[in-house]
């Protein structure tokens, strides 16, 4: 059938988006989908890492972002009520990035700004409310049938990103195992405009907190508090989650004679994974469709954006004949390996959590994290691997 466009993306998220203008700022005819009426809103991930902010400047991005978001210089580890704390001071990356800081902003404001960009160029195609069905390719291009109020139609593309999120329809269609932990944990998200800052001394913007019955985390953005609370030492959280519930969770935070305004209440899987591989013929995963990570390291909105910016520059590279074809097996090469090593230091920094109520292992943990905080050039180097420069250098050393 006639060719749709050069490249057809499933997922109008900001991995799917951060891909389209990549693409459609060289000339490629892209056209974009998303089973979803409009980009969502709710609450998300909402930490932009040093080397993302680097990365978005060459569309006018990053400082749309930072006149809406929070500068983050340091961040910090916090033991509660007690206010014992670890904080990691940012600033040291000063020469390895432009954006020596984390950006609090959520993701939302990321999407309407790529997407804003996104309708003004003419070769690009918008298609909210349409679901992906069914798909088909050879050595030639992708066939994806799609469905929109209930009519079908087919498109075809030279390729196809797949970055329709964690539970990604072509990943599914592509038959791809996805090594997904299936014990994930609950944990309870919502935002609230108590001035937690004002109650608990020396809050950082980004607080991840350890008390006696588990952690909690407090994450300042704009106007408001962004709040997640895990279920306690071997407990669980009801679904759906209750007002009354968070409420007594906050409580527990900083205690008040009346009850807690909260908004956006939604329980959150902890899921982590990686599918077996980012390609198959001329389809390609990127972001949640190819790994899911927890959210506190806020990883998984950085990961995907470095996806969708180093696989859109391979394709675009290849679209314009710039390169051969066999560039886009980089991608699979120098990102998956990452990502996997993402998860397993996640994975470390979980078996480093206090387990149980037990002050004794708390207090040890907290003066092991205030020793490296103090040590110049092992903080330096914490840094580089948590704000996700170190990764990047590396691979982008794979050929």
């Not at 990365?55 to 009520?81: K, N, Y």
């Not at 670890?86 to 800081?101: K, M």
């Not at 329809?169 to 994930?184: E, M, P």
């Not at 180093?310 to 390996?337: C, E, F, H, I, M």
């Amino acid at each position: 059938m006639p060719t749709t466009c050069e490249v057809l993306i499933a997922g109008a998220g900001p991995a799917g988006l951060t891909a389209g203008l990549v693409l459609a700022d060289v000339g490629v005819r892209v056209t974009l989908l998303d089973a979803a009426p409009a980009i969502a809103e709710d609450v998300r991930a909402t930490t932009f890492h040093p080397p993302t902010l680097d990365m978005l400047e060459r569309f006018g991005v990053t400082d749309e972002l930072i006149a809406q978001g929070l500068i983050c210089r340091d961040w910090q580890v916090r033991s509660h009520p007690d206010g014992e704390r670890a904080v990691f001071d940012l600033s040291l990356l000063a020469g390895e990035t432009r954006h020596p800081y984390r950006l609090q902003c959520e993701q939302s404001r990321l999407s309407r700004a790529l997407l804003q960009r996104l309708t003004d160029i003419p070769h690009v195609t918008l298609r909210f409310e349409t679901r992906v069905v069914a798909l088909a390719h050879d050595a030639h291009g992708v066939d994806l049938v799609v469905e929109s109020r209930g009519r079908q139609d087919t498109l075809r593309g030279h390729y196809l990103i797949g970055a329709d999120g964690a539970d990604s329809t072509v990943r599914r269609l592509l038959a791809l195992a996805f090594d997904r932990d299936l014990d994930a944990e609950t944990m309870l998200v919502a935002t609230t405009k108590f001035p937690f800052d004002e109650h608990l001394d020396g809050l950082s913007n980004v607080n991840h907190c350890w008390n006696d019955n588990g952690r909690f985390s407090l994450l300042k953005i704009p106007g408001r508090w962004r709040v997640s609370i895990a279920p306690h030492q071997g407990g669980t959280i009801n679904l759906p989650p209750a007002e009354a519930d968070f409420d007594a969770a906050l409580q527990a935070i900083v205690p008040r004679d009346k009850p807690y305004k909260v908004k956006q209440l939604r329980p959150y899987r902890v899921h982590q994974g990686i599918v077996e591989r980012y390609r198959v013929g001329r389809v390609f995963l990127a972001g949640d469709a190819a790994h899911v990570n927890s959210p506190a390291s806020g990883m998984g909105l950085n990961g995907g954006v470095h996806d969708a910016l180093n696989l859109a520059s391979k394709l675009a590279a290849v679209a314009r004949g710039k390169a051969d074809a066999s560039l886009l097996d980089l991608y699979d090469r120098q990102r998956r390996p990452l990502a996997r090593e993402l998860l397993s230091a996640e994975a470390g920094r979980e078996r480093a959590r206090p387990s149980g109520n037990d002050p004794a292992q708390r207090r040890s943990m907290m003066k092991g994290l205030q020793a490296l905080a103090a040590d110049h050039d092992r903080l330096k180097a914490h840094l580089l691997k948590t704000s996700m420069i170190e990764g990047l250098r590396r691979a982008a050393e794979i050929v």
